[in-house]
């Protein structure tokens, strides 16, 4: 990550500034994405982008950039030699007053930069969850730069020993602090459905349809934390893989290993993501 995209410029790092009175620095005051790039190709870049716009929608933050033009920012960070992540940042910008309402005539912030992605430590082997109550607020669809309550979450279960969080909210499963769920039930992958309580994750769809294109049987359904907790496996998806919870609140899940369904669907999205490249 020798050079950053800032605002129509490409920097070092370490030149790269933004004012104390930038709305995302005062308030949080942004959205963002984090878009994995296979080799130089960006993954999904449409759906990426048409989140971004949700997103920016969502916090009524005008912005208009074709797909084009955003892979044309990006592609100069990219290194068709690895495999990578842009993070792309988007706040309402600079104002001159620290003022709780929108001011008038603002320029956008916009910041990416680009990191090498390494498998998730411990995917072989699964990891441990535990479940919290979902402590955030009501609009988890927008991916906002305002995370404090998710790493909030995320420290608490590392603090119990645990790799991530699972929040759940009136007795039903919601997400991870920074993934999203899926459970085998009953022989079915289930997953929670789309609603404002979680992040519609790009994984997350992919996971489902290469399930139908493998003829694996899923569905989108609400998950109790009871039949989670009897779930034969279950996984988490990241920006780019799902990762087995072998253990969730102390007690194993199956056998305390990765189970069956997960090595067939983690070799599936292997094959699939080397064939993109």
Known sequence: MDKVYLN?????????????????????DGVYEVIPAYAGRLFRLEEHITRLNNSLRGIRLPLKYSVAEWQAIFQPLLDAEKNQCIYLQVTRGYAPKREHGFPENLQ???????????????????????????????M?????ITLLANILLRQEALDHGCAEAILVKNGYVIEGAASN?????????????????IL????????????RANGIPYREDIIALEALQSASEIWVSFTQEIVPV????????????????????????????????
């Not at 912030?109 to 955030?136: N, W, Y």
């Not at 067939?264 to 080397?274: E, G």
């Open 181 to 197: 769920v899926f459970a085998v039930i009953d022989g079915e992958l289930t997953t929670p459905p789309k609603t404002n309580e």
């Open 8 to 28: 129509g410029e490409y920097l070092p790092l370490a030149e790269a500034k933004v004012s104390v009175l930038d709305r995302g620095f005062l308030f949080g």
């Open 246 to 277: 072998v253990e969730l609140d102390g007690k194993p899940i199956g056998n305390g290993k990765p189970g069956p369904l997960w090595l067939t669907m983690d070799r599936i999205l292997l094959d699939y993501k080397k064939s993109l490249s």
């Open 140 to 144: 988890c669809n927008i991916k906002a």
């Open 200 to 211: 519609p994750g790009i994984t997350r769809d992919l996971i489902l349809e290469l399930a």
């Open 108 to 138: 956008p912030t916009i910041f990416a930069m680009c990191s090498d992605v390494q498998p998730m430590a411990g995917k072989a082997g699964g990891i441990k969850a535990v479940t919290l109550e979902d402590t955030r607020w009501q």
